[in-house]
């Protein structure tokens, strides 16, 4: 069976930055990621890539920035008060998820100053190209409930699960 829209696919990856440095590897988790192809679950550049492929393909993609998690924009880079973060400690490099207009975001702390810090809210690998090694494991039709929640699900859900289990 072939990759194509309505598919779960699941796969093994390794993310490395452009300089080869290893960001993420689904094996060294032992968690394969399974996605269902045509709903947008993973970035569009590895879909395209994956199309038409089956069970055994191994591939490399390269995304430039535009097509993973976009180009830096340091419009991004703002102050706010100390009062925004949940910890009284704060240094350089955490990290906290958020809710932003389009979904959660993640903020970056660059700098601690007296009476603000100074953040980003970039995504992390924005501006980087990113090279992914994928390994496609399996390749299987999506269920009718997968279908209506739009993503993978354990097995044996039914539609009427799905319904139940929405977040209020």
Same mark, same amino acid.
């Given at each position: 069976?072939? &990759? ?13 930055? =452009? ?10 988790? =032992? ?10 679950? &993973? ?36 102050e ?14 955490m ?10 975001? &993640?903020?970056? $702390?660059?700098?601690v100053?007296d009476?603000?810090?100074? &953040? ?5 690998l ?9 390994? $496609?494991?399996? $390749? ?20 009427? =699960? ?7």
């Amino acid at each position: 069976m072939t &990759i194509a829209p309505q598919r779960v696919v699941t796969l093994h990856y390794v993310l490395s930055d =452009q300089d080869g440095n290893v960001l993420d590897d689904s094996r060294a988790r =032992q968690t394969p990621l399974e996605y269902l192809h045509g709903h947008d679950n &993973i970035m569009a550049g590895l879909e395209r890539a994956l199309l038409g492929r089956e069970a055994g393909a191994e591939l490399s993609v390269t995304l430039m920035p535009a097509e993973a998690y976009g180009l830096r924009d340091e419009s991004l880079v703002r102050e706010v008060g100390r009062g925004a973060f949940p910890v009284p400690d704060l240094s350089p490099g955490m990290r906290f998820q958020t809710p932003g207009d389009d979904g959660p975001e &993640i903020v970056t $702390v660059l700098e601690v100053r007296d009476d603000g810090v100074l &953040i980003d809210t970039n995504h992390p690998l924005a501006g980087q190209t990113l090279r992914y090694r994928l390994e $496609v494991l399996d $390749v299987r039709e999506a269920t009718r409930a997968e279908l209506a929640k739009g993503h993978p699900l354990p097995p044996g859900t039914t539609p009427d =699960q799905v319904e139940d289990k929405k977040m209020p």
